[in-house]
C-alpha cells in the first residue's frame, strides 16, 4: 500500500527566523515580483532597508500561504486577501481577550 513509509519533511519556522526574498519565494513557490506586491499591499513587512537587505518572519511565510488559499480558494485579489487578513487577525486578538477575562471570572 503506497504511502505507508512515506515521511513528511518540512522546516519549521517561527518568528525569529529570518527568509530571504529568494528564500521566501522558492517556500511559497511564487515569483520574487508577487512577493514585492504583498510588500507594497502591506500584507507582509519585511525588515531591513532595500529589497536586497529584506528579511521575512515565519509570520510573514504563513501569511503569504494564506494569501495564496485565499486566491486559490476564494479568487480573492490582493487588497480583498489584505482585508481578510487584517480581520482574520482582529478576531484572534478579541478571542484572546475573552479567553483571558473567561479565565480571570471563573
Known amino acids: 500500500m503506497k504511502g505507508e513509509n512515506e515521511a513528511v519533511v518540512g522546516l ?27 510588500v507594497e499591499q502591506g500584507i507582509i513587512e519585511p525588515s531591513g532597508g532595500d529589497l536586497r537587505h ?17 486566491q486559490r480558494d476564494l479568487g480573492v485579489n490582493l487588497a480583498g486577501a489584505a482585508l481578510a487578513l487584517d480581520l482574520l487577525d482582529e478576531v484572534r486578538r478579541l478571542r484572546r481577550r475573552l ?6 471570572l471563573f
Open 54 to 70: 529584506w528579511r521575512f518572519s515565519g509570520n510573514c511565510l504563513s501569511r503569504v500561504m494564506q494569501v495564496q488559499r485565499l
Open 99 to 104: 479567553s483571558i477575562i473567561d479565565r480571570e
Open 12 to 38: 519549521l519556522l517561527d518568528d525569529e527566523c529570518c527568509l530571504t526574498l529568494g528564500e521566501l519565494s522558492r517556500a511559497c513557490q511564487v515569483h520574487a515580483e508577487w512577493v514585492v506586491e504583498l
